[in-house]
């Protein structure tokens, strides 16, 4: 699977957009990119999923450049709640594949 | 139901120790997964289960042994463990392994610690 570069960290402002951005230039034409995000003492949690196009649902969207070579995942309207790690991972949809997942970027959003 | 319970929720072992861990789910899912992390640190995948056969072991050491004995449980039996092993011990499932859309769905996780 191709491997994923984000920050370690970023901050955003309760009721702010909050965009995580993704490097994955070495992505491969079948692979996916996922978002999962872990809530300090939870277990992690799936958020959205695409492969080339725009994708968009209740908890987020997901915007992939024309090349693919990064990803942004957008929380339109971050809450105290949304304060987690974020994880992207790139992975191709086959049988007999897991998830690996890269150091993440720790969101921090305050009031 | 979507979810994925872990019992128990906190553990303390000494290192000549046997215990268990014990992950359960009920939405037909025919995957499941160990997960160790490290405080600070991303999950890291240990063993997983396809219809109830190991399907990928990451060169996890003998000490830990996990089980699945049918298609809703997953058991994670602990032996002689090392203080270093001290960690938070994450279960999850999904439908299928790998796939298209194959959502994992995790449970909230057995905090372990090895005296």
């Known amino acids: 699977d191709a491997k994923t570069t984000q920050p370690t960290s970023m901050d955003c402002a309760e009721g702010r957009a909050a965009n995580l951005p993704c490097n994955h230039s070495t992505i491969s034409g079948n692979e996916y990119v996922y978002w999962y995000r872990q809530i300090h003492s939870q277990g992690p949690q799936y958020i959205i999923h695409?492969?080339?196009n725009n994708e968009t649902n209740e908890m987020a969207s997901l915007i992939i450049t024309e090349d693919r070579k990064s990803s942004t995942l957008i929380l339109p309207h971050a809450t105290l709640r949304d304060t987690a790690v974020y994880y992207c991972?790139?992975?191709?949809?086959?049988?007999?594949?897991?998830?690996?997942f890269g150091k993440g970027t720790t969101l921090s959003v305050s009031s | 139901d979507t979810e994925v319970t872990q019992t128990p929720k906190h553990l303390v072992m000494g290192m000549t120790n046997k215990k268990s861990l014990k992950c359960e789910q009920h939405?037909?899912?025919?995957?499941m997964y160990w997960y160790k992390q490290k405080a600070k640190k991303p999950p890291e995948l240990m063993f997983v289960?396809?219809?109830?056969?190991?399907?990928i072991n990451e060169s996890v050491p003998s000490r830990f042994s996990p089980e699945c004995p049918n298609s809703s449980l997953l058991n994670l039996h602990l032996h002689a463990l090392q203080p270093e092993d001290s960690a938070l011990y994450l279960c999850?499932?999904?439908?299928?392994?790998?796939?298209?859309?194959?959502?994992?769905?995790f449970g909230p996780g057995t905090r372990l610690t090895v005296l």
């Open positions: 999850a499932s999904s439908q299928q392994l790998g796939g298209t859309y194959n959502e994992q769905f």
């Open positions: 289960y396809s219809y109830e056969k190991l399907s």
């Open positions: 991972i790139v992975r191709v949809d086959q049988a007999g594949t897991a998830l690996i």
């Open positions: 695409g492969l080339k």
């Open positions: 939405m037909g899912h025919r995957a």
